[in-house]
């Protein structure tokens, strides 16, 4: 027994509403696509998992977030794919997949064919297990990937208000799910290996900013050091975590967030493999021409760096679902992907936003007492990467911009004093003449240099004055 569609996404994911929507509004005929997803529900915004959802009073729950409204688009309810003739098979997972005979094998025994394969598999949360530590499935220990996680979440979190929670690792979901256990009146402490929190993308300037703010919400933090054992009671529940450094923490629960790992083993063997995920060009299309590669799986040519990265982030689902559709359906009129890497998070009420690359020497400016403050990351010379806290929608632009637009610096102490300014102007400047080559985007001509010149200082001046000025009529 089988099924044949024209199309077929793999995941369930946020890629795949925002590819189904995509590929609807192209015109697709009714029947010729199916999804194929191990969740028993219609993709959702998986943001709203660590936020919305772990809130304790009016919280986020289906279908208020199903895809695609974390685009401020459609909301995609099993309704719409009836309407759309949008085949759902869910709940169940792929066995294996025949990439040369285009068949999927499903975990029911069914096998589904295609003509074309967006793969759109995510990834899945590290276990404990894979780093020595037993207890992951003590009913006090939590992840946070899916649906079930977080509904089983929330009901730990309601069994411990008043209580201790552990929160294992200092990444997007330690800080996130942190803050919610705070909010939910239990106290926290975080517990990881690296100097400073968010070590990844953060400073420690910046990380300090944070790490004081969630001390100030009652939040400890032991770094520096893992987890080497649980204690657990009669009944198997957790009491206690024990640090590699001797260090015993009793508690109600645990919250475990130590990374992911890209859903790549239906396809080894069969593709290219790189940097953890599946290789793709800048259609994403994979090493076999009919297979198409989205989201956390995909290893994609950054443009603006020249070179391949593998980003883990809910804009890239977004942004490479629709893409891959694009040059799927309109492949003469689709160009290669230019992604401007994209970070966010908002916990408590801070709120902030990341674009491009954080490598190169780190340029802080702003309010680090409780104002807007942000970085720039400046490498050979070039704005390549830029944070802001507590900016407003013109300025999360401006700072995309600005960070897209790789300006050329030759005065660092400049840039740090005009801070936001800078952005604001750059901004507003038009394009570079750029061509690519085999290897790499090159600017030919670069737009402006900050420049010993009396001109130059003169005009950024006049530009950051005028900005400041408009500011302050906006706040009379």
């Known amino acids: ?44 915004e998986r943001p709203a998992l660590s936020k919305g959802f772990l809130l304790p009073e009016a919280p986020a729950r289906l279908p208020s977030f199903h895809t695609c409204v974390g685009a401020s688009d459609e909301r995609l309810t099993p309704k719409w794919y009836r309407e759309h003739g949008i085949e759902l098979v869910l709940g169940t997972g792929v066995k294996s997949a025949d990439l040369r005979r285009k068949t999927l094998l499903t975990a029911t025994g069914e096998t589904i064919s295609y003509k074309i394969l967006i793969i759109a598999t995510g990834a899945r949360a590290l276990k404990l297990e894979e780093f020595g530590v037993t207890g992951s499935d003590a009913e006090n220990v939590c992840y946070l990937r899916n649906l079930a996680d ?14 201790n929670a552990v929160v294992i690792g200092g990444g997007y979901i330690g800080m996130e799910c942190a803050a919610s256990l705070v909010i939910n009146r239990i106290k926290v402490t975080m517990v990881f290996p690296e100097a400073h929190c968010m070590a990844r993308l953060f400073t420690p300037k910046i990380a300090e900013y944070y790490e004081e703010y969630y001390k100030s919400r009652g939040v400890e933090f032991i770094k520096g050091t893992v987890l080497s054992s649980f204690e657990n009671d009669s009944d198997g529940k957790v009491t206690a975590v024990v640090l590699r450094d001797g260090t015993r923490l009793p508690t109600d629960m645990v919250v475990v967030g130590i990374g992911i790992r890209a859903n790549t083993s239906l396809f080894e063997g069969q593709l290219t493999m790189e940097k953890g995920g599946i290789k793709v060009n800048g259609r994403l299309q994979t090493s076999n021409s009919s297979v198409y590669a989205v989201g956390d799986v995909a290893a994609f040519p950054v443009k603006l760096f020249g070179e391949v990265r593998r980003l883990e982030h809910v804009d ?122 085999t290897s790499s985007l090159i600017v030919e001509k670069p737009m402006y240099a900050w420049h010993a010149t009396a001109g130059v200082v003169m005009a950024a001046s006049i530009a950051a004055f005028a900005y400041w000025y408009g500011r302050r009529r906006k706040r009379w």
């Not at 992604?339 to 902030?352: D, K, Q």
């Open 316 to 437: 890239l689902a977004r942004q490479s679902a629709r893409h891959a559709v694009a040059a799927i359906m309109a492949p003469d009129k689709t160009g290669d992907f230019d992604y401007l890497p994209f970070f966010y998070s908002r916990v408590f009420t801070l709120s902030w936003q990341f674009f491009g690359d954080n490598v190169g020497e780190v340029i802080h400016y702003g309010d680090f007492s409780g104002g807007p403050f942000g970085a720039y990351w400046v490498n050979n010379g070039h704005v390549v990467g830029a944070f802001l806290e507590g900016g407003n929608k013109e300025e999360y632009e401006a700072i995309a911009k600005a960070t897209k637009l790789k300006p050329l610096v030759t005065d660092i102490a400049e840039l740090e004093r005009q801070g936001l300014d800078f952005a604001m102007w750059a901004s507003r400047q038009p394009s570079p003449t750029v061509h690519v080559s």
């Open 1 to 44: 027994m089988g099924r044949a569609f024209v199309y077929v996404i793999l995941g369930g994911g946020v890629a795949a509403g925002y590819a189904a929507l995509e590929f609807s509004r192209r015109g697709i005929s009714h029947g010729d696509l199916c999804i194929i997803s191990e969740e028993p529900v219609v993709p959702y």
């Open 150 to 163: 977080a509904t089983r979440l929330v009901d730990v979190m309601q069994s411990c208000v008043g209580g």
